[in-house]
C-alpha cells in the first residue's frame, strides 16, 4: 500500500529526515515511535505533501506520489490527521465537514451518514468548530479525514491531551480503520495506545528509524521515548 | 438642506464605489496574501473596456457586464500567471511585482487610449429631489447588491465555503482535496472583476483616464488598512465613511481639499489605533 524508500526530508534548508525506509499494508497498524523532535511529524507531513521530500521515493498502491500537491495525495488515498490546525476553527463543524464533500463532489448524504457514526458532531453541527474541546477537534478532523474514504491514514498523536474517555474513542476509531481494510500509520507515544492497535512498531532517533518491532516490547519502546 | 442630502447621496456613491474596489483588496490580501499594487489599475481597466465595449453595441449595462469580465479575466491572469513561481513569497516580493504591473498598465492604457477623457452619457437620465441623479442611485444600489451577492457566494455557496476553509487553515483544507489554485483562480477572478465593476459603474461619472486607478488605489488601500487588513466588513464601512466623508466635506472645501483631509483623518486613526476600526465591529 505505502511504500517509502530512502527518503530524506526537511523544511526549506533544515534536513530532518535521513534515509527513511518503511512500508504499510492495508489492513494493518504501524506506529511510529520516538521522543518529540526526532522527526515523526515530518515524517507525516512528508507523506501528506506538507514538508520538502528531498530524495527518496514515496508510493501508494504502486504509484508515485512524490510529485503531487498535498490536495492531489488527499484525492489519491492520502488522509492525513495532523497533531494541531487540523480542523477550520472559523468555520462551523457543518462547514468543516461540508469542505471535502464540495472538495471531492461526493454525494451530500455523506453528510447523514458521518452524523449517525459522530452523534456528538451532529448536535455541535452549527457551532464554530474553534470552540470545541480537545476531543471534539479530534472526532471532527477524523470525520473530515472520513469522508475523503482514504486508503491510508496517517494519524499524528491523536491521544495526546486528551481524557481518558476520548482516548478509548480514539483508539476504537483508530481500529475501526483497520477492519474496514485502511491502512493506518500512527505516530502514538501513549504505551497502552500503542500496545492496544499496533501490528508493528518502527523506533525513530534523530531523524532516522532505527529499530522495527514485528510485536509490542515495552522495555525497547521505553528506551526510545525516553520516559 | 437639498445640497446636504445631494452630498450624502454622492457620497454614499462615491463610497460604494470605493468599497467596491477595496473589497477586492482585502479578498485577495486576506485569502491569498497578495499585496497587490496594481488593483487599481484593474478599476481603470474595468472603466476603458467599458468604453471600448460602449462604442461598439452602444448599450451601456451590456457594456459594463463584458468590460467587468474581460478585467476579471485579465486581472486573475496577471496574478495568476507568477503564482506557481511565488508560491510561499512574502507580501513585499508580490507588492514589487504587482507595483511592475500596474505601472505596465498604466503606460499601455495611456499609450493605446491616449491621455484624453473617455466619456460615456449615463445609460438612466433624469434627477430625484433631494437624492440627486436618478443614475447615481441606481449605480449605489447596483453596488451594494454586488456586495450582498458577494456576503452570500462566500457564506452560502460551494466555492464560498472552500474559498473560507482555505483563507481559515490552508493545510487542513488541501488535506481533504481543495485545491488551492483553482480557488486562489476563483479569488482573483473575483477580485479583479470587484474593481473593474467599480470601474465600470464610474464610467459617466467620472469617464475614464489613465491615472483614475492611482486616485481610488490610495483610497481604497487605505480603507483596507483602517478597516482592518483581509477584514471584509471592515472594509465596507471605512468605504462609506470615507465616501460621505469625502463628499459632505466638498460643501465646505475643493475636492481635493476633502480627499486630503479625509486620508490625514484615516492616517491618524492608524496613529492612534495601529490595529485600525476593526475591532470596533
Redesign the interface.
Known amino acids: 500500500m505505502l511504500k517509502v524508500q530512502n527518503l530524506s526530508a526537511g523544511y526549506g534548508p533544515v534536513q530532518v529526515l535521513w534515509d527513511i525506509n518503511l512500508a504499510v499494508s492495508a489492513g494493518e497498524v504501524v506506529c511510529v515511535v520516538g521522543r518529540n523532535g526526532v522527526g515523526k511529524s515530518t515524517l507525516l507531513n512528508t507523506i501528506?505533501?506538507?514538508a520538502d521530500c528531498r530524495s527518496g521515493a514515496l508510493s501508494l498502491s504502486g504509484e508515485s506520489i512524490a510529485q503531487l500537491?498535498?490536495?492531489?495525495r488527499?484525492?489519491a488515498g492520502i488522509?492525513?490527521v495532523?497533531q494541531q490546525?487540523?480542523?477550520?476553527?472559523?468555520?462551523t463543524v457543518e462547514?468543516?465537514l461540508?469542505?471535502?464533500i464540495?472538495?471531492?463532489g461526493l454525494e451530500p448524504a455523506k453528510l447523514s451518514a458521518v452524523y449517525d457514526g459522530f452523534a456528538r458532531l451532529k448536535e455541535r453541527r452549527y457551532q464554530v468548530a474553534g470552540s470545541l474541546s480537545g476531543g471534539e477537534r479530534k472526532l471532527l478532523a477524523f470525520a473530515?479525514?472520513m469522508?475523503?474514504s482514504p486508503k491510508i491514514f496517517l494519524i499524528d498523536e491523536p491521544t495526546e491531551g486528551l481524557m481518558p474517555s476520548a482516548v478509548v474513542e480514539i483508539s476504537g476509531l483508530i481500529a475501526g480503520c483497520r477492519e474496514e481494510g485502511a491502512a493506518v500509520l500512527l505516530v502514538e507515544q501513549n504505551l497502552r495506545v500503542i500496545e492496544a492497535v499496533a501490528d508493528r512498531i518502527y523506533l525513530m532517533n534523530s531523524g532516522r528509524i532505527e529499530l522495527t518491532l514485528d510485536k509490542f516490547d515495552e522495555t525497547q519502546i521505553v528506551k526510545y521515548l525516553g520516559v | 438642506m437639498e445640497a446636504v442630502t445631494s452630498q450624502l447621496a454622492n457620497g454614499v456613491v462615491v463610497g460604494t464605489t470605493i468599497a467596491l474596489t477595496a473589497l477586492g483588496l482585502t479578498l485577495i490580501f486576506g485569502i491569498m496574501h497578495i499585496v497587490n499594487l496594481a488593483h487599481g489599475e484593474f478599476y481603470a481597466l474595468g472603466a476603458y473596456f467599458t468604453w471600448v465595449a460602449y462604442s461598439l453595441l452602444n448599450n451601456f449595462w451590456v457594456s459594463a457586464a463584458i468590460g467587468i469580465v474581460a478585467t476579471a479575466i485579465i486581472g486573475a491572469a496577471l496574478l495568476m500567471m507568477f503564482y506557481d513561481k511565488l508560491t510561499g513569497a512574502g507580501p513585499l516580493r508580490w507588492a514589487l511585482l504587482t507595483l511592475g504591473f500596474g505601472y505596465v498598465l498604466r503606460e499601455l492604457m495611456q499609450l493605446v487610449f491616449g491621455t484624453d477623457f473617455k466619456l460615456v452619457a449615463p445609460p438612466l437620465e433624469g434627477t430625484i429631489p433631494w437624492a440627486g441623479g436618478v443614475y447615481r442611485i441606481a449605480v449605489t444600489v447596483a453596488g451594494l447588491l454586488l456586495i450582498l451577492a458577494l456576503a452570500l457566494f462566500l457564506k452560502k455557496s460551494?466555492?464560498g465555503?472552500?474559498i473560507?476553509?482555505i483563507a481559515?487553515?490552508r493545510?487542513?483544507?488541501?488535506?481533504?482535496?481543495?485545491?488551492?489554485k483553482t480557488i486562489y483562480t476563483w479569488v482573483a477572478l473575483i477580485s479583479a472583476g470587484l474593481a473593474g465593476a467599480a470601474g465600470a459603474f464610474m464610467l459617466p461619472v467620472t469617464s475614464a483616464y489613465p491615472t483614475m486607478g492611482l486616485e481610488i488605489m490610495i483610497m481604497a488601500f487605505v480603507v483596507v488598512v483602517v478597516g482592518g487588513m483581509g477584514n471584509i466588513q471592515g472594509a465596507l464601512i471605512a468605504s462609506l465613511l470615507a465616501g460621505l466623508a469625502q463628499s459632505l466635506l466638498t460643501l465646505i472645501v475643493e475636492p481635493t481639499a476633502a480627499t486630503i483631509i479625509v486620508l490625514v483623518a484615516f492616517m491618524l486613526v492608524l496613529v492612534v489605533r495601529r490595529e485600525g476600526l476593526q475591532k470596533l465591529w
Open positions: 501528506a505533501g506538507l500537491s498535498t490536495a492531489q488527499a484525492r488522509g492525513y495532523p490546525r487540523e480542523i477550520c476553527p472559523d468555520l462547514e468543516n461540508l469542505v471535502p464540495y472538495a471531492l473530515r479525514i469522508l475523503c | 460551494r466555492y465555503v472552500l473560507r476553509a481559515n487553515n493545510d487542513a483544507a488541501a488535506l481533504v482535496g481543495v485545491s488551492t
